[in-house]
């Protein structure tokens, strides 16, 4: 399997923060092969972190959000301080319920008892809000 550099992956993502970008869609489709493909590894964390922590176009689409996607990723290649960086996270995220709750499923699909932990808090903390 190929492994994929920082700077592709940076490159690809800041294609996919315009969706008027020439090269947008072709951004989006390498991202999802490379999802498709188990192609994100630890290598790109730090890249993949970074790109969790700004805007898209496409944040308020609840299926398949870039930031949906990237927390996928995430959820795959997560390691002992994931599930940290998502509690530091969270609270910095656009209050929209598209975005946070790629955060969750994220939460929900390490399954660590720390992960359910702060998946519990986050959404009574989301219940309190109501």
């Given at each position: 399997?190929?492994?994929?550099?920082?700077?592709?992956?940076?490159?690809?993502?800041?294609?996919?923060?315009?969706?008027?970008?020439?090269?947008?869609?072709?951004?989006?489709?390498?991202?999802?092969?490379?999802?498709?493909?188990?192609?994100?590894?630890?290598?790109?964390?730090?890249?993949?972190?970074?790109?969790?922590?700004?805007?898209?176009?496409?944040?308020?689409?609840?299926?398949?959000?870039?930031?949906?996607?990237?927390?996928?990723?995430?959820?795959?290649?997560?390691?002992?301080?994931?599930?940290?960086?998502?509690?530091d996270?969270?609270?910095?995220?656009?209050?929209?319920?598209?975005?946070?709750?790629?955060?969750?499923?994220?939460?929900?699909?390490?399954?660590?008892?720390?992960?359910?932990?702060l998946?519990?808090?986050?959404?009574?903390?989301?219940?309190?809000?109501?």
């Open positions: 399997m190929t492994r994929i550099k920082g700077d592709d992956f940076k490159d690809v993502v800041s294609k996919l923060q315009d969706d008027e970008h020439p090269e947008y869609e072709e951004a989006r489709s390498r991202l999802m092969a490379w999802l498709d493909e188990g192609m994100i590894d630890s290598a790109v964390q730090f890249e993949l972190r970074e790109a969790l922590t700004v805007s898209y176009p496409d944040d308020d689409d609840f299926f398949s959000s870039t930031r949906l996607l990237l927390f996928e990723a995430l959820a795959e290649i997560s390691d002992e301080t994931t599930v940290d960086f998502i509690a996270l969270y609270p910095k995220m656009p209050d929209y319920p598209e975005v946070r709750m790629g955060a969750l499923q994220c939460l929900a699909m390490i399954g660590s008892p720390e992960a359910i932990n998946l519990m808090e986050l959404l009574i903390r989301a219940g309190d809000d109501i």
